[in-house]
């Protein structure tokens, strides 16, 4: 059965860093689409960045950029998720997410294509 399982959410001063972990399982990595997502408390979900695995291309939101960077394990189907200079309003529940079989060397961020969800990590920056 496929499944996505996230790690390595925390509290973090602004300014700070931390990195997120997705480990995957029940399918083929390297053919799919891996994204990462959050959550801010009343606000709705939204896209933060995507690799393909197979290429190791990737897509990153606009507000993040610079910031974050996704990497990957390969021999672990492992996904990361560096951020640096965490501001407070990165603050929200981090999920990963994976959709498959994808062959195409390009990442979306289109939620609803998306069809294999991590329980969520939560990330809060303090001022």
């Known amino acids: 059965q496929a499944q996505v399982v996230e790690s390595g959410g925390g509290s973090v001063q602004a300014g700070g860093s931390l990195r997120l972990s997705c480990a995957a399982s029940?399918?083929?990595?390297?053919?799919?689409?891996m994204g990462w997502f959050r959550q801010a408390p009343g606000k709705e979900r939204e896209g933060v960045g995507c690799?393909?695995?197979?290429?190791?291309?990737?897509l990153y939101a606009d507000s993040v950029k610079g910031r974050f960077t996704i990497s990957q394990d390969n021999a672990k189907n492992t996904l990361y998720l560096q951020m640096n200079n965490l501001k407070p309003e990165d603050t929200a529940l981090y999920y990963c997410a994976a959709v498959f079989p994808r062959y195409s060397g390009w990442c979306h961020l289109s939620q609803s294509d998306y069809n294999h969800w991590g329980q969520g990590t939560q990330v809060t920056v303090s001022s």
């Open positions: 029940g399918y083929t990595y390297r053919f799919s689409y």
């Open positions: 690799i393909y695995p197979g290429g190791g291309r990737t």
